[in-house]
């Protein structure tokens, strides 16, 4: 079964703190994403990654980085955290455009990381 | 540039009466759309989408939405809505050709019994 796991569901941290939130997938997937959910807001789109140590911006990605080393791994990195970048954090992966049609844009989410900045 | 549009942050709805949650999009491309639902503590799931050909698409647990171009529209519906419908939907159409999706607010849909 297709799958996308978040290594941590809830944290708490405190302002200023580094924060990594993990995020793997066993499908070989070419792209992954990062989004945040906000109540009222919806899914705003933070990075992406289309390839192994490429990374693209999204419309959110101030405050944040990102790091692809491995295919089946998409980090999340918060270097200097901050009260307003409490959210959930979801991860997705999507396989690359040139595969088949029905594959083509459709994202598997993971379950979401909860955060809480201090 | 794309966006999404959800009408009413939040609808309730009766033990099997129509749902309808309404999407409307904007797109300078032939869009694909989908919808996807998020059950409390859960990541979102694909319900349905649209690529191309036939415009009234079927998805899972009896729900099915219709692409309509002359209205920019991507309404979902079920017939009959059940209490485990209750969740959030959100509407999306797709940006650019990696893949990444625009979603719209979400709509919380709520079933009284």
């Known amino acids: 079964d297709v799958k996308v796991t978040q290594s941590s569901r809830y944290l708490v941290k405190r302002t200023g703190e580094k924060v990594f939130l993990e995020c793997v997938q066993d499908?070989?997937?070419?792209?992954m994403f990062w989004y945040r959910q906000d109540p009222g807001l919806g899914l705003r789109l933070i990075y992406f990654?289309?390839?192994?140590?490429?990374?693209e911006k999204g419309d959110i990605p101030e405050g944040y980085s990102v790091s692809r080393e491995k295919k089946e791994r998409f980090s999340l990195i918060l270097e200097s955290a901050s009260t307003n970048q409490t959210s959930m954090y979801l991860c997705?992966?999507?396989?690359?455009?040139?595969?088949?049609?029905?594959?083509?844009?459709?994202?598997?989410f993971g379950a979401g990381s909860r955060l809480t900045v201090l | 540039a794309q966006s999404v549009t959800q009408l009413g942050s939040h609808v309730s709805v009766s033990e099997g009466a129509l749902v309808l949650l309404r999407c409307n999009y904007s797109?300078?491309?032939?869009?694909?759309l989908f919808w996807y639902v998020q059950y409390p503590n859960q990541g979102l799931q694909l319900l349905l989408k649209?690529?191309?050909?036939?415009?009234l698409v079927k998805g899972i647990n009896g729900f099915e939405a219709e692409f309509k171009k002359s209205e920019t529209s991507f309404h979902l519906t079920k017939p009959s809505a059940h209490m485990s419908d209750a969740a959030e939907y959100f509407c999306?159409?797709?940006?650019?050709?990696?893949?990444?999706?625009?979603f719209g607010k979400g709509t919380k849909l709520s079933v009284k019994p």
């Open positions: 649209y690529t191309t050909g036939a415009t």
């Open positions: 999306a159409v797709s940006k650019g050709s990696q893949g990444n999706l625009i």
């Open positions: 797109s300078s491309v032939p869009p694909y």
């Open positions: 990654s289309y390839d192994v140590k490429m990374k």
């Open positions: 997705a992966s999507s396989p690359a455009v040139g595969g088949s049609i029905s594959g083509a844009n459709v994202l598997t």
């Open positions: 499908m070989d997937h070419e792209n």
